[in-house]
């Protein structure tokens, strides 16, 4: 059924001349009702696409996964205990950066005072990620001081958490396989469980995972954001706002 | 209010494509030129005759500026448009009786 609504047809224009014909009330109620369900329609659509910068996955991904290297790197040499002081850094670093690409983004960018939905995405997805570094932060002073977190459940605590982060990433940004992306956390999570041994060379394993299961996606969001359309489940399976087509009712 | 009666909505916003800008920016958030056009099936040129529209209206906010190179046109519903789509679905649900 072909949506007509009184500017697109001049026939149910009442304000166009006395001489047309004027509709009752069943054809005004059913016209605002499809005006309405078109309006639902488009703001459905629009909060389905949350501009969440690629930017903050990219950065936790190259900071943790440069942790993972040093890390590495210093656990061959004399200064090997001091290794497990690069992740507060890691921390702090990744915070900072979030930080200043939060700043970045919204400088200047917001003509006007309000509120904004994605802003409260944003908003939830930073505090998420600051959870993963205050849980990093924890483990880390609790391995110091009892010396009872060994490195095998350290690295199983560290990639659940990243594992929960990341999938909560796609749920609250509303892109799916992010979440999909994030079981990959798990698998690793499981590979480590089942190693004898646990050396230095997991940290490589880890730097890569770095590499393909938050930098990788957070370069594929970006570079979608700034092409002008995400990479959505919503955006590619979502009818398009078509003019002149049915809505639908509400 | 037997007759159907629209003069009582907001003529600006009442053209099709301009609706679907408004209902498209309604979460506040500030969106991007190429998202909207992508997302509402519109030619530049269109979205840009009916953006300008809007912003002479002062319902939206337009900002140039460049991302790295590239120049990005980003909008965002001012109070006063926001207002103005409130008011307009607020008229347009009092043409429905309560059921």
Same mark, same amino acid.
Request: proline share 4%; with cysteine; hydrophobic share 45%.
């Given at each position: ?32 009702? /499809?005006?309405?369900?078109?309006? /639902? ?11 969440? &910068? ?17 890390? %590495?790197?210093?656990?061959?040499? &004399? ?26 983004? %919204? ?15 944003? /908003?939830? @997805? ?13 483990? @880390? ?11 095998? &459940? ?33 698998? @690793?999570?499981? %590979? ?59 | 209010?037997?007759?159907? =009666? ?25 969106? =991007? ?5 992508? +997302?509402?099936?519109?030619? =530049?040129?269109?979205?840009? +005759? ?7 209206? !002062? ?12 120049? !990005? ?9 926001? +207002? +103005?789509?409130? =008011? ?12």
């Amino acid at each position: 059924m072909t949506y007509q609504s009184p500017k697109d047809n001049d026939a149910l224009n009442p304000l166009d001349g006395t001489d047309r014909p004027s509709l009752e009330v069943p054809d005004r109620v059913e016209i605002a009702q /499809r005006d309405l369900a078109f309006i /639902r329609t488009v703001m459905e659509k629009s909060r389905a696409i949350i501009g969440l &910068s690629g930017l903050h996955l990219v950065s936790w991904g190259l900071i943790t996964g440069s942790t993972c290297l040093a890390h %590495y790197a210093v656990l061959g040499t &004399s200064a090997a205990r001091y290794g497990s002081f690069l992740w507060p850094l890691m921390v702090g670093l990744g915070w900072l950066v979030s930080h200043q690409i939060s700043r970045r983004e %919204y400088a200047g960018a917001t003509p006007c005072d309000v509120n904004t939905g994605r802003q409260s995405v944003e /908003r939830l @997805f930073a505090g998420l990620w600051a959870t993963v570094g205050i849980g990093a932060l924890t483990m @880390f002073v609790a391995a110091q001081l009892f010396d009872t977190i060994g490195a095998r &459940s350290q690295l199983l605590m560290v990639s659940s958490t990243m594992w929960v982060a990341t999938f909560m990433t796609g749920h609250l940004s509303g892109i799916r396989w992010i979440s999909a992306v994030s079981f990959g956390w798990l698998a @690793f999570a499981i %590979y480590v469980s089942q190693l004898a041994v646990i050396d230095r060379s997991v940290l490589l394993i880890m730097a890569a995972a770095d590499g393909l299961l938050i930098v990788m996606p957070g370069l594929l969001i970006e570079r979608a954001r700034v092409s002008g359309g995400l990479p959505t489940p919503q955006n590619h399976t979502a009818q398009s706002v078509t003019y002149g087509q049915d809505q639908g009712q509400g | 209010m037997g007759k159907y =009666d629209y003069r009582r909505l907001d003529d600006l916003i009442h053209s099709r494509v301009r609706l679907a800008i408004m209902s498209y920016l309604a979460d506040g958030a500030t969106r =991007d030129f190429t998202e909207i056009k992508q +997302a509402l099936d519109v030619t =530049d040129g269109n979205l840009s +005759a009916h953006l300008t529209k809007l912003e002479d209206a !002062q319902y939206v906010a337009i900002e140039k500026r460049f991302s790295g190179r590239r120049p !990005q046109t980003l909008c965002q519903l001012t109070p006063r448009g926001l +207002a +103005a789509f409130s =008011d307009y679905v607020e008229r347009l649900a009092a043409l429905i009786p309560p059921t």
